[in-house]
Nanobody, 119 residues
Framework: QVQLVESGGGLVQAGGSLRLSCATS????????MHWFRQAPGKERELVAF????????RYADSVKGRFTISRDNAKNTLYLQMNSLKPEDTAVYYC????????????WGKGTLVTVSS
């Protein structure tokens, strides 16, 4: 059974930082492209960043470029998202997801962790 479990969300003031983690089990983590998505209240889910299986390729949404860093530890089967200089508009539920390639579909989703940024 595949599980993706996010943690690290919470309440932070604007300008602050948070580090999200996504612990995975039941899949060959090192074979998957991993993604972070987010969904703000009343808005559609959007892709925040992804990282390929090796960690050698990453891509970010323009809205988070230069502030967020995605990384992975294949030995620990864990995905991370370091979020700096947080803004109120970053408030959302953040989801990690796994897929077979950078251009392919997402096969597995976590249940999300809430990030709230106060002004």
């Amino acid at each position: 059974q595949v599980q993706l479990v996010e943690s690290g969300g919470g309440l932070v003031q604007a300008g602050g930082s948070l580090r999200l983690s996504c612990a995975t089990s039941g899949l060959t983590f090192s074979s998957y492209t991993m993604h972070w998505f987010r969904q703000a209240p009343g808005k559609e889910r959007e892709l925040v960043a992804f990282i390929d299986w090796s960690g050698g390729a990453t891509r970010y949404a323009d809205s988070v470029k230069g502030r967020f860093t995605i990384s992975r530890d294949n030995a620990k089967n864990t995905l991370y998202l370091q979020m700096n200089s947080l803004k109120p508009e970053d408030t959302a539920v953040y989801y990690c997801a796994a897929g077979p390639s950078v251009s392919g579909p997402v096969n597995y989703w976590g249940k999300g962790t809430l990030v709230t940024v106060s002004s």
